[in-house]
């Protein structure tokens, strides 16, 4: 998904590719501070955001699905619910659905 992503203009930063060893508590704040969405497929993000209260970018969980399924709806998610990929947002995408769990303040 990454090479697609960056074939379409995205900014992309691969933390497997620069920082294979960084903690998924390090991620978030390395994508909080560079102002990044971080996206994956590994749902110990959302249980550390929720159990630690910690700060956090906009997070994009996808649920089992194959490669150009995924890249096809993040395409959907930028044309259609950009507005939701702010800061404090947990996406979770599956093949069927987009819950989007807005920051409560």
């Known amino acids: ?3 697609t992503l ?3 203009g995205h900014d992309v930063f691969s933390a ?3 920082t294979p060893t960084a903690s998924d508590a390090e991620l978030l704040g390395q994508a909080l501070a560079q102002d990044r969405i971080l996206v994956t497929e590994d749902k110990d993000f959302g249980d ?3 159990a630690q209260r910690l ?3 906009c997070i994009i969980r996808f649920t089992e ?3 150009a399924d ?3 709806a993040m395409q959907e998610l930028i044309d259609h619910h950009a507005d939701a990929m702010q800061a404090g947002n947990i996406i979770v995408v599956s093949r069927n659905r987009v819950r989007i769990r807005r920051q409560t303040r």
């Open 16 to 18: 497997a590719e620069h």
């Open 48 to 50: 550390l955001v929720f």
């Open 1 to 3: 998904m990454r090479e």
């Open 6 to 8: 960056i074939a379409l």
């Open 70 to 72: 995924k890249v096809a």
């Open 55 to 57: 700060a956090h970018p």
């Open 65 to 67: 699905m194959a490669v």
